[in-house]
Nanobody
Framework: QVQLQESGGGSVQSGGSLKLSCAASGVVGMTGSMAWFRQGSGKKREGVAAIDSDGNTSYLDSVKGRFTISRDNDKNMLYLQMNSLKPEDTAMYYC??????????????????????WGQGTQVTVSS
């Protein structure tokens, strides 16, 4: 059973940086993908970035060049480094994982319905 726990959220000013972390259990040796999603107040949940066990990554267009997703398989951790933050990045950020899901060369983040395992989220607030 996969369990995910996010941390690292907080409040920053526009232009600032935050690094989100997701501690994962039950993913050792897993072939599949992990991803970060976010949901702002009154908005639909959207995929921000994803990474699979082959090392492929994909990003939401609006975060390309600002956010970087990475994973440390030895520590069973997923990260999201967020730089040049904007007020529109304000949202609850969720970590997700799905066994067997690979990104290939699609370049896009899979829909949230493709993921079965979710963390409880960490809030990111960016003020102008």
């Amino acid at each position: 059973q996969v369990q995910l726990q996010e941390s690292g959220g907080g409040s920053v000013q526009s232009g600032g940086s935050l690094k989100l972390s997701c501690a994962a259990s039950g993913v050792v040796g897993m072939t599949g993908s992990m991803a970060w999603f976010r949901q702002g107040s009154g908005k639909k949940r959207e995929g921000v970035a994803a990474i699979d066990s082959d090392g492929n990554t994909s990003y939401l267009d609006s975060v390309k060049g600002r956010f970087t997703i990475s994973r440390d398989n030895d520590k069973n951790m997923l990260y999201l480094q967020m730089n040049s933050l904007k007020p529109e990045d304000t949202a609850m950020y969720y970590c997700a994982a799905q066994r067997g899901l690979l990104l290939g060369g699609t370049g896009w983040v899979p829909h949230d319905w493709a993921f079965n395992s979710w963390g409880q989220g960490t809030q990111v607030t960016v003020s102008s």
